[in-house]
């Protein structure tokens, strides 16, 4: 696992990986606009990693992180959430909410702050991960950049 990792933005060919991958980790694939919205971390052009940024006016919702098991604990999700971070700045966006029923200690870690649902911004409420993908007791998180 000593070959470089490599950052990129998802291709069309990249979904059936970027599926498995949430798949594996027990996320929800419904919503997903497709490949447009992903963050790739490769080992050897394989993609390990994912994350997704949804726009919603100013707002972003920072969906869909996961990485191969394998290679998690080795400082890999926090950069894959870092580099998300930085596109998610590049790209205007103000505010990033996300929900999660596993890994709220982490995102803490990365500033995240835990809301009520009823702060999410309007806009964030019509997606459909906040309406039905994740369930009412996913804890929801907010970054303001």
């Given at each position: 696992?000593?070959?470089?990792i490599?950052?990129r933005?998802?291709?069309a060919?990249d979904?059936?990986?970027?599926?498995?991958?949430?798949?594996?980790?027990?996320?929800?694939?419904?919503g997903?606009?497709?490949?447009?919205?992903f963050?790739?971390?490769?080992?050897?052009?394989?993609?390990?990693g994912?994350?997704?940024?949804?726009?919603?006016?100013?707002?972003?919702?920072?969906?869909?992180?996961?990485?191969?098991?394998?290679?998690?604990?080795h400082?890999?999700?926090?950069?894959?959430?870092q580099?998300a971070?930085?596109?998610?700045?590049?790209?205007?966006v103000a505010e990033?909410?996300?929900l999660t029923?596993?890994?709220?200690p982490?995102?803490e870690?990365?500033g995240?702050?835990?809301?009520?649902r009823?702060?999410?911004?309007?806009?964030?409420?019509?997606s459909?991960?906040f309406?039905?993908?994740?369930?009412?007791?996913?804890?929801v998180?907010r970054l303001?950049l």
């Amino acid at each position: 696992m000593n070959e470089p990792i490599t950052k990129r933005r998802a291709k069309a060919a990249d979904f059936t990986r970027i599926a498995q991958l949430l798949r594996d980790a027990e996320l929800p694939l419904d919503g997903l606009k497709g490949h447009e919205n992903f963050l790739l971390l490769c080992r050897n052009g394989r993609v390990i990693g994912c994350a997704a940024i949804e726009r919603y006016a100013q707002y972003g919702l920072l969906r869909s992180v996961a990485l191969e098991p394998q290679e998690r604990r080795h400082g890999l999700g926090r950069r894959l959430v870092q580099e998300a971070l930085q596109q998610a700045r590049r790209d205007g966006v103000a505010e990033l909410i996300l929900l999660t029923t596993t890994a709220a200690p982490f995102f803490e870690r990365l500033g995240f702050r835990a809301i009520t649902r009823a702060e999410v911004p309007q806009p964030v409420r019509a997606s459909v991960e906040f309406r039905s993908a994740c369930p009412e007791t996913a804890a929801v998180m907010r970054l303001v950049l």
